[in-house]
């Protein structure tokens, strides 16, 4: 098969970067694959930031160059640029996380519906994405979710959370930006669940704009995929969905733990591959209902989703199909498959540099727990420089 072996293209795949861009990765990726250097630096750098000592010019010029596309959206436009003229779009990701007061909520909020306006007039930017509690309180959430009884003071509260949620889907129909709206905890996704369903009702009637996110190492997602389908299909609303293998695995599992529950996890990492799968296949065999965001860093999973394209005859400029890899990771994925004329976009995060620590560290953590990722990219980085010094 013609593209059986593309993501091993590293030419294509590391075209964007300079030996030294390709250094700083290398370096990167090798601290990553260290559990206890992680831990240390981790540590360090949080205790840098606290006690203010001047580290920021060394993060910025590090992991933050690395993984983040800037510290605002202009900061960020050499970085969109520059991977468009590769066919690749940006979805601006501000990832500043942890905050958890009205004033940070709204201005989370003015900084979306910020980035769709910027994203109007450009090409490289059709899609944009929020945190669901960046824009509400986390404890909100899960009282709704346990279906407590909401005080007045919380209803207030909750109307508000409902009223920024909105203004971004309104305005992305407006400007025809999709909006993807990230997953959550298993004890609070119930209550964002039923607030993006809303949203897709409201705003997904003529085509679709706003897109949920599916964590399939959750055993139960096949089955919530299933039944919001036969819901659009009854109500009259079409669907999206961005689908990912998932982020918070040790936190559920511990919860489920030590609140005596069945884990929502998959029993293993093939059940959660299997299940992945399973979710793209459904979607793509109901596509006329239902769009997707393959958000993978799994080859295996993209070539599956490629070969089910050609077997559908889905057009790879199919606007109801796209890829996504994050910014700084799977550059071999990203660009080969744009290089090929697919739908592909990079989560590119930004934000100012302290406050995005919290989100770089995770992506760190991330990283150093999922088997064989950083190998894989310290492989292709290493062919890629053994690649250049060949060259004449």
């Known amino acids: 098969m013609e593209d059986s072996r593309i993501f091993d293209n590293t030419k294509i795949a590391f075209q964007l970067k300079s030996n030294r861009e390709l250094n700083r990765a290398r370096f990167l990726f090798n601290m990553i694959s260290n559990a206890t250097l992680v831990k240390i630096g981790t540590a360090l750098t949080t205790f840098a930031i606290k006690a203010h000592l001047p580290v920021e010019g060394i993060i910025r010029a590090t992991v933050f160059d690395h993984f983040c596309g800037g510290v605002n959206e202009d900061d960020c436009l050499e970085v969109i640029d520059a991977m468009y003229t590769k066919g690749v779009s940006s979805v601006l990701d501000y990832s500043v996380e942890g905050k958890e007061t009205e004033a940070h909520f709204d201005g989370a909020m003015e900084k979306t519906l910020k980035i769709i306006r910027f994203s109007d007039d450009r090409n490289a930017m059709p899609i944009a994405v929020f945190k669901p509690t960046g824009f509400g309180r986390f404890g909100l959430y899960h009282k709704i979710n346990e279906g407590k009884t909401l005080t007045e003071t919380e209803q207030e509260e909750w109307s508000r959370v409902v009223a920024r949620y909105d203004a971004v889907c ?176 990079k989560y590119v995060p930004f934000g100012p540099v302290k406050d995005v620590m919290p989100y770089l560290i995770r992506r760190a953590e991330e990283n150093t727990s999922v088997a064989g990722q950083t190998g894989r990219e310290l492989m292709l980085i290493n062919k890629e420089k053994f690649r250049r010094k060949g060259v004449k």
């Open 170 to 345: 309104k305005l992305g129909l407006e400007k025809d930006v999709e909006i993807l709206i990230d997953a959550e905890h298993s004890w609070i996704q119930d209550a964002v669940d039923n607030l993006v369903t809303e949203m897709m009702r409201k705003y997904n009637k003529s085509t679709t704009i706003v897109y949920n996110t599916l964590q399939m190492y959750r055993h139960d997602r096949m089955d919530f995929l299933k039944s919001q389908h036969e819901l659009g299909k009854k109500e009259g609303f079409y669907l999206g969905y961005k689908i990912v293998r998932g982020a918070y695995m040790e936190i559920e599992h511990e919860r489920a733990l030590e609140k005596d529950y069945p884990t929502p996890i998959c029993e293993s990492k093939l059940a959660t591959d299997e299940n992945f799968n399973a979710s793209a296949k459904y979607i793509l065999d109901n596509l006329s209902d239902i769009s997707i965001f393959v958000g993978t860093h799994n080859e295996l999973s993209s070539y599956m989703v490629m070969d089910l394209m050609r077997e559908k005859e889905i057009k790879i400029t199919d606007n109801r199909v796209w890829f996504g890899q994050l910014y700084g990771m799977s550059d071999n994925i990203s660009f080969n498959l744009a290089d090929k004329g697919y739908n592909v976009a």
